[in-house]
Structure formats: structure tokens, C-alpha cells
């Protein structure tokens, strides 16, 4: 491990350490069996929302139900037993009024019973089960107490909600989308400290910009973030690495991988201003084409991470063909294995893990189906 720089964040510094993992695994990796299977949830005759895939749901602390936001053709949670595999309940939410959600729902914490906690674009929403309105804690507009912010840069006010801890990490960002680092908000107190990442700044080359009628349309990189033992962890899909920030010791690690089976840098960045939408739709078809990785989900069975990336293998536009890889990191997000051994022919973009299987959404002719993985 080596510590690579320093950097200041206000009133204290807080140590960035960059450990690369370039060489590989000298340890002999173990054959990963994969079987694949397929399931699909018993809506019993109600229309489970498929529109736009699988988003804004969370689950209860044991994975036995899913609460997922439909807000869509109706608006409210979706209630689906997952050991059952089948919808067992609707709860109505209210868009506006003293009790309201908005219509813009970006994530879903199920507590218990008495708390069902909803993120939309301005506030965290504290409901009990028959959707009313317990407690409110306010992002967009807040003037939180402690290290300010520069002038020029803005934190989002959606961000990742941790309830066991009462804090929310928020992304910094610079003009259209450029992320500059975090804030770790403590709700309870209403403090605010910011930690900047110098090194995202490299983002800024994956961006595409297209002005159109005196607007400007800006497409940055996908970033994921997710929070696990302490850990807030930020990745993204262009290039093969990980950032987390450890609560424990108030530090920043960066980790950078090397695939044995995929390039590790997605080859279309440089900053690219488009002049056409013709232009833009072809600059983001070859983007997806190069590599492009997946988020970090956990198996809290095996005490490890999956991570899924993808490229693209065709030779003629009308078929599209994947190459497909597994990644497996342990609870460190050391890179442990990966494997392209893999019978999908979808790349998996919305994936979890219950009881040590790996469940990876799918529409099934419009209904609510997925693929579920088991290794040995």
C-alpha cells in the first residue's frame, strides 16, 4: 500500500491512500460454476410499473420483501414478497400536500414499519406505513452548519441516505456535472463537511456536450455510490477503479484494478463537443460499445462484491454481441477473481444480491422478472 498525496479538506487534512493493484493476483484463482436461472414475480392481475426498469426501490434488513416506488401508472410503493416471488401489497403515497412525496422519488429506505424513508430531489421524507409524513429532513436550500462550500461549486441535493447513521453524502459538483468530491452531512446536528477529490477531476474528459437552440445538453460519466460496513463507496463506469471513504478513520482509498479479461479504460473521452444530435446518438453508440462497468453490490453471505462490466464484440451493427465479466472483490474491495464465463446475453444493469444469489432485473414480456445467478 502506498500513500500517494494529501489533500486539505477546511480546517483538517484528511490522508488520501491510492493502492494499485496493477500487478496481478499472485494467489492461484479458483473456477467460478455459474447457473443461471429465471424467475418471474406473480403481479396477481395488478400492473407492476417495467417502464423504465428496475429503479427507486430498497428492501427491509433481511431481503424477504421489496419496496419498490411506482410512479408511473399509479403512485406508491409496490410491496413484493421476494421469497414468494409475488406483489403482496400497494401502499399509496401522496404527490403533494403536508404528507406528499413530489413526483421526483430518487431512493427508497425500508427501517421498519414506522419508517419508510423516500429521497427526492429536495428533502429525506420520514413516513410510517400508511404513508405519513413523520419527519423531514431538508438538503435542497439547507444552510448547514460548518465548512462552507466555494461559490462556484454546488452540492446535490439528492444523495445517499444511511439512516442507521443519520447522515447523507451529497456530490460536489463544478459547472455542468463536474464532481469535485462529497459532503458528509449529519442530519442530527445539521453539520456539514466537505472532502474534495482531486482526482475525479479526470471525469471532466468523459464529458460530451451538445448546444442546441441556445441550450446546452451535457452527458457525463455514470456514478455509482453505495454504502456498506462503514464505507462510502463511489465508482464509475469508465475507467476500472473504486473510492471509498472509510467513517472510521475519516480517509479516502483509492483503488485501481487491472482486468486479465477486458481493457481497463473505456477508449472514447477527451472533453467532445457534439454539433448535431446525429452525432451525439453515434459518439454515444461507440462509447457504449468500449468498456463500461457496473456498480459494486454486496453479499452479505459470502462477504464479497460483484461487480459486472461490459464491451461490445460485434462486427455488424445489427447484431449485437457482449463480452460479459463477473468481478469478485472481498470486503477490503481487494479484486479477488473474474470470470467472462458467463451465459447472458444482456448486459446486467440492474443487479443485487440476496441469500448469496445474484438477481439481475429483466422484463419479461412487461412483467417483473429476473435472472438469478448461483456460483459455486
Known amino acids: ?51 423504465y426498469g428496475l429503479n427507486f426501490y430498497g428492501f427491509d434488513q433481511e431481503k424477504k420483501f421489496m419496496y419498490k416506488f411506482n410512479n408511473n401508472n399509479r403512485h406508491g410503493l409496490e410491496v413484493i414478497d421476494m421469497n414468494k416471488l409475488e406483489l ?15 413526483t421526483r422519488v430518487s431512493d427508497i429506505n425500508y427501517v421498519s414499519d414506522d419508517e419508510i424513508i423516500i429521497t427526492n430531489s429536495q428533502a429525506i421524507l420520514i413516513f410510517n406505513k400508511n404513508a405519513e409524513l413523520q419527519h423531514k429532513y431538508s438538503i435542497y436550500g439547507n444552510e448547514f452548519i460548518g465548512d462552507s462550500i466555494p461559490k462556484d461549486l454546488q452540492m446535490e441535493s439528492s444523495g445517499l441516505y444511511i439512516p442507521e447513521k443519520d447522515i447523507s453524502f451529497n456530490l460536489i459538483n463544478e459547472g455542468f456535472g463536474y464532481v469535485r468530491g462529497f459532503s458528509k452531512l449529519d442530519l442530527y446536528e445539521n453539520t456539514r463537511q466537505p472532502y474534495w477529490v482531486d482526482e475525479l477531476k479526470k471525469l471532466d474528459d ?13 452527458l457525463r ?21 473504486v473510492y471509498y471513504y472509510n467513517l472510521k478513520s475519516d480517509s479516502i482509498v483509492h483503488k485501481k484494478y487491472k482486468s486479465q479479461l477486458s481493457p481497463n479504460k473505456n477508449e472514447v473521452y477527451g472533453k467532445i463537443e457534439a454539433e448535431s444530435r446525429e452525432e451525439l446518438g453515434k459518439i454515444m453508440s461507440a462509447r457504449n460499445k468500449s468498456i463500461r462497468f457496473g456498480n459494486f453490490v454486496f453479499d452479505e453471505k ?30 477490503e474491495l481487494n479484486q479477488i477473481n473474474e470470470t467472462d464465463k458467463l451465459e447472458l446475453k444482456e448486459v446486467p444493469k440492474t443487479y443485487f444480491v440476496k441469500d448469496g444469489k445474484i438477481y439481475i432485473y429483466k422484463n419479461m414480456e412487461d412483467e417483473l422478472g429476473f435472472l438469478v445467478l448461483s456460483m459455486s
Open 302 to 331: 459470502q462477504n464479497q462484491f460483484y461487480r459486472f462490466s461490459s464491451y461490445s464484440t460485434s462486427t455488424e451493427e445489427k447484431e449485437e454481441k457482449w463480452k460479459i465479466i463477473l468481478t469478485i472483490f472481498d470486503e
Open 221 to 241: 460519466t455514470f456514478l455509482y455510490t453505495t454504502f456498506q460496513d462503514d464505507k462510502f463507496i463511489l465508482s464509475h463506469d469508465m475507467e476500472n477503479e
Open 206 to 218: 468523459y464529458h460530451i456536450s451538445l448546444s442546441l437552440d441556445g441550450k446546452m445538453i451535457m
Open 1 to 51: 500500500m502506498k500513500y500517494a498525496s494529501f489533500f486539505l479538506a477546511i480546517a483538517f487534512t484528511i490522508f488520501f491512500t491510492s493502492c494499485n493493484q496493477n500487478e496481478k493476483n499472485d494467489e492461484a484463482k479458483s473456477e467460478i460454476s455459474i447457473s443461471i436461472d429465471s424467475v418471474m414475480v406473480n403481479s396477481k392481475g395488478e400492473i407492476i410499473d417495467t417502464k
Open 88 to 102: 403482496v401489497d400497494f401502499i399509496p403515497f401522496e404527490v403533494e400536500g403536508p404528507n406528499g412525496t413530489t
